[in-house]
């Protein structure tokens, strides 16, 4: 089955500062590629996401990246804010399997 | 707000108890899916249903089991519980497929807390 890695588990940035979590998948049959914030004590929030027809997605302050050749898709928050703060995990879907497979979370905290 | 309602928040119970939790999906939305999140595991994929059929199974123990009804609600039941299922249980839903194409966002529910004790 698919295997998803995040990599750092844990980040803290300065505000105003960019941070970025990478993640690593498995199964070359995967072709979606979303980002979820969860906040304490709330549910995972979809954020952005990316399909494998795609390189680099942008929305506002975040942007998500994706190597199909070397199956590793990064996220990008620039110009950090404390609310900014929270969990992120990446995770991965294949055509025809709706199932997402999660990364194990990056705490990151923003500094003000 | 997600659009995704779950109920009990919070649920206290003793070991070896059974105990039921509640999913109401965004409106229109045909799958749902289960996802039992703690420490040490993350997000673990438990069991998607699609228009009130089995879809997938992932780490689903024998103990617990879900079925989704013609309203499309979902519950999960746990039975036997043991200490170490307490955690975060999660309900996701999405369209799936919309004239044809598919969809595999996801939206999650504010989750049930469950301790076991």
């Known amino acids: 089955g698919e295997n998803v890695e995040q990599h750092p588990s844990t980040l803290s940035v300065q505000e105003g500062d960019s941070a970025v979590i990478k993640c690593t998948y498995s199964?070359?049959?995967?072709?979606?590629f979303p980002w979820y914030k969860q906040e304490l004590g709330k549910g995972p929030q979809l954020i952005i996401d990316?399909?494998?027809?795609?390189g680099e997605k942008k929305d506002q302050r975040i942007a998500v990246t994706l190597n199909k050749t070397a199956k590793h898709f990064s996220l990008h928050i620039t110009e950090t804010q404390p609310e900014d703060s929270a969990v992120y995990f990446c995770?991965?879907?294949?055509?025809?399997?709706?199932?997402?497979?999660f990364g194990k979370g990056t705490k990151l905290s923003v500094i003000p | 707000d997600s659009g995704v309602t779950q109920t009990p928040k919070h649920l206290i119970t003793a070991t070896g108890q059974r105990v039921t939790l509640r999913c109401s999906p965004r409106?229109?939305?045909?799958?749902v899916y289960w996802y039992q999140q703690s420490l040490d595991q993350g997000l673990q994929f438990l069991i998607q249903?699609?228009?009130?059929?089995?879809?997938a199974k992932g780490n689903i123990l024998e103990r617990f089991s879900a079925q989704q009804f013609p309203d499309l609600h979902s519950e999960l039941n746990l039975s036997s519980l043991e200490l170490g299922d307490s955690a975060l249980y999660f309900c996701?839903?999405?369209?799936?497929?919309?004239?044809?194409?598919?969809?595999?966002?996801?939206?999650f529910g504010p989750g049930t807390r469950l301790t076991v004790l």
């Open positions: 996701a839903s999405s369209v799936s497929v919309l004239a044809g194409v598919s969809y595999n966002e996801q939206f």
């Open positions: 199964d070359s049959a995967s072709n979606y």
């Open positions: 990316i399909r494998s027809n795609v």
């Open positions: 995770a991965a879907g294949g055509a025809g399997s709706y199932q997402l497979t």
């Open positions: 409106s229109g939305d045909l799958s």
């Open positions: 249903y699609y228009n009130g059929e089995e879809r």
